[in-house]
């Protein structure tokens, strides 16, 4: 089973509808990352938590909330999307050792119609 | 703020070759570290190999390895012996080791493709 689940993989939704991304680990890591990846523009930091009370936004949070449910769940909300968040997403984990890698789910890719 | 540069987009490589990737980075901290990810069509996100900035060896793993110049920011991955299983989108990335050591910040990737 893999360390970092993302569910759905896949998602088509229309304008205006509210979506949540869910992300679970086995890891057994405190922090936990939201990314987005757009063709050509690398991966962009969404939102961050450091543990369950611990929530930050990255460079790209707006549009987007977030929910750290247990230590192992961070989930991803799009309180109304729009057709320019149709991007592939990602969860991550990490140690809170700069020298350890972050550690990826399988990613959703989202369409917005 | 750190910035990454991958100034190819694409590369290309016949199999059993060797191809480097380029990468550059600026940032006014001293101590932090480097990774290159590799994103395969499966869209997985697998870490390759990882250089702390305060080691002057170059890392290696297998037919992977750096070309780490601290001095001139610069952060190149050489494939040895390429492999079709290699074609992929590779991702250099860049992790603070201070107080913004949350972080990663990515390049914007690139393409290589494996020819038979």
């Known amino acids: 089973d893999a360390d970092v689940t993302q569910t759905p993989r896949n998602r088509i939704t229309k304008t205006g509808k509210r979506i949540m991304l869910e992300c679970s680990q086995t890891k057994g890591h405190d922090r936990m990352y939201w990314y987005r990846q757009d063709p050509g523009l690398g991966l962009r930091l969404i939102y961050y938590?450091?543990?369950?009370?611990?929530?930050n936004k990255g460079e790209i949070s707006d549009g987007y909330s977030v929910s750290r449910q247990a230590q192992a769940k961070f989930s991803l909300s799009l309180e109304s999307a729009i057709p320019n968040q149709t991007a592939l997403y990602f969860c991550a984990t990490s140690e809170p050792y700069s020298n350890q890698p972050q550690h990826f789910g399988d990613g959703t890719r989202l369409s917005i119609l | 703020a750190q910035t990454v540069t991958q100034s190819q987009p694409e590369m290309s490589v016949q199999e059993a070759e060797t191809v480097t990737l380029s990468c550059t980075y600026d940032?006014?901290?001293?101590?932090?570290?480097l990774f290159w990810y590799k994103q395969p069509p499966s869209r997985q996100m697998i870490l390759v190999i990882r250089?702390?900035?305060?080691?002057?060896q170059n890392a290696t793993e297998n037919r992977f390895s750096v070309n780490f110049q601290k001095a001139a920011k610069s952060f190149s991955l050489k494939i040895s012996d390429s492999q079709l299983g290699d074609a992929a989108m590779y991702f250099c990335?860049?992790?603070?080791?201070?107080?913004?050591?949350?972080?990663?910040?990515f390049g914007k990737g690139t393409l290589l493709t494996v020819n038979p």
């Open positions: 990335a860049y992790r603070s080791s201070g107080g913004s050591n949350y972080k990663l910040t």
């Open positions: 250089q702390e900035a305060y080691k002057q």
């Open positions: 938590s450091f543990d369950v009370k611990d929530i």
């Open positions: 940032t006014s901290e001293s101590d932090y570290y």
